[in-house]
């Protein structure tokens, strides 16, 4: 069956419109790319940074934020469930979280073993005001693999009242991931981007997330140690199965 010669030429308009669109999407594609080396979409790589005392330190740019994402990677000698129990008991973050000075749990909100919501306050230094946070808080565990992953991200509504003397932080991530060396010991890799607001923010955010990921991998490294958690990260264990 032959087309008729007019719809043979409507045919062929389309299929040379469709091309241009496509050059035309493709060449705009290549001008991003020109423009922003990687991609529009792409990820700066980490960058390396200190690398002392068993930890080492590092950075990258992503796209949409002006604050920096640190991470920071430390094997200790101790099991995955014994770290699992440190991450679990919230309270005694003030032990061992950098410039913690208050974690609890909001008992109001209904919540799950692997997802629930936690209040942090944080010091921090003279002349800016306290911070405090409300995290979100999501657990992925994958015994089999010897994984546990915690991702946190702040909560923008004032599920707890805002203190007079705080800034409310309300743009926050944060990452842990355990690793299962061998039955004894753990890789943690701790990730964190952070807008601390107010004045300077993209400078005080910047240092203290650094700050705070050295040192609380550094610091749990010696609350690990306490026999308490072999206790718990047992009963944690005993619980998932």
């Known amino acids: 069956m032959k087309l008729p010669v007019d719809r043979i030429f409507l045919q062929i308009n389309e299929i040379n419109l469709q091309m241009t669109r496509t050059v ?13 080396p990687g991609g529009p979409f792409a990820q700066e790589r980490w960058k390396s940074g200190r690398n002392d005392n068993g930890v080492a330190m590092y950075s990258r740019k992503i796209a949409g934020h002006e604050e920096t994402v640190f ?23 003030t032990a061992w979280f950098f410039k913690c000075l208050q974690a609890r749990k909001i008992p109001q ?9 936690i209040y942090i306050s944080l010091d921090t230094p003279w002349p800016l005001w306290l911070r405090d946070i409300i995290y979100d808080v999501k657990i992925k565990i994958d015994m089999a693999s010897g994984k546990v992953e915690v991702r946190s991200k702040a909560v923008p509504e004032p599920v707890v009242p805002i203190r ?44 203290g997330c650094r700050s705070m990921i050295y040192h609380s991998l550094l610091n749990l490294h010696k609350i690990a140690a306490d026999p308490k958690y072999k206790a718990l990260g047992r009963k944690l264990v005993q619980d998932y199965k």
Do not use: C
């Not at 999407?25 to 991003?32: D, G, K, Q």
């Not at 990677?73 to 919230?90: C, S, W």
């Not at 355990?178 to 753990?186: K, N």
């Open 24 to 36: 035309n999407l493709l060449i705009l594609i290549l001008s991003l790319q020109a423009a922003h």
């Open 71 to 93: 991470k920071g990677i430390t094997d200790i000698n101790q099991p995955i469930e014994v770290i699992g129990a440190v991450l679990a008991d919230i309270p005694a973050y």
């Open 109 to 117: 909100i209904s919540s799950s073993a692997y997802n629930f919501m």
């Open 164 to 207: 007079k003397d705080h800034v409310r932080i309300t743009d926050s991530e944060l990452y842990w991931g355990l690793e299962r060396i061998d039955t004894h010991q753990t890789r943690i890799i701790f990730k964190m981007r952070t807008d601390a607001g107010g004045a300077m923010s993209g400078y005080w955010s910047d240092l």
